[in-house]
């Protein structure tokens, strides 16, 4: 899972940033079906178009091999991304429960 730390996953042989917040990838996982570059920039803060661009570059190759298609030429399916990024919805819902029980803002 990414996030916690200053280097995140390596995806693809690319490092994957760690995201900004538990709340910001559950928010962009729930509200956008697609990432553009404007969504991924919300979940992992500023990041160069390179590096944006090996980021949709690695989910692409695992949409074709599934062959999942999307509405816009320029982005990547959330779900698939989520995944090929090591990012997991369920268990962020879990540790944001956690750190609400605790009292803790997430």
Same mark, same amino acid.
């Given at each position: 899972?990414? &996030?916690? !730390?200053?280097? !995140?996953?390596? *995806? #693809? =042989?690319?490092?994957?940033?760690? /995201? ?15 990432? &553009? #570059? ?5 979940? /992992? !803060?500023?990041?160069?178009? =390179?590096?944006i661009s090996n980021y949709k570059k690695? *989910? ?6 599934? #062959?999942? +298609?999307?509405?816009?030429k320029n982005a990547v399916n959330t779900?698939?991304?989520?995944? *090929?990024? &090591? ?9 944001? +429960?956690?750190? +609400?029980?605790? &009292?803790?803002?997430?």
């Open positions: 899972m990414a &996030g916690g !730390g200053k280097e !995140g996953n390596e *995806v #693809n =042989s690319i490092k994957v940033k760690t /995201f900004v917040s538990i709340n910001e990838a559950i928010r962009i996982y729930y509200t956008y079906p697609e990432l &553009g #570059n404007k969504e991924i920039r919300e979940l /992992f !803060g500023n990041l160069a178009n =390179s590096t690695a *989910v692409r190759e695992v949409q074709t091999e599934r #062959n999942i +298609k999307t509405s816009q779900e698939v991304a989520y995944e *090929v990024w &090591g990012i997991d919805v369920e268990n962020l819902e879990q540790r944001r +429960k956690k750190l +609400k029980a605790l &009292g803790m803002s997430a």
